[in-house]
């Protein structure tokens, strides 16, 4: 998912729902290699609707683990 923030920074997400543990926590499946894929599509998003990557940008995770949700702010980076 890709948002604005209401201070105009531009915000990738990557959501992860997870019913139970067994496979672990859905924070778990945002691996290195899923970060790294991540990056690659936000500069591939920045450049083809030319933005500079010197503006301001995040890397979220939001996670919805049984029945609640958690939302990382500056999850890496």
Do not use: C
């Not at 899923?34 to 030319?50: E, L």
């Amino acid at each position: 998912m890709i948002a604005k923030s209401p201070e105009s920074v531009i915000v990738f997400v990557e959501v992860k729902a997870r019913r139970n543990d067994v496979f672990g926590s859905g924070g778990a499946a945002v691996t290195p290699a899923k970060q790294r894929k991540i990056i690659r599509t936000a500069k591939q998003y920045i450049f083809d609707h030319r933005l500079s990557w010197e503006g301001d940008f995040r890397f979220d995770v939001i996670l919805f683990e049984k029945d609640r949700m958690e939302h990382m702010v500056h999850a890496f980076f």
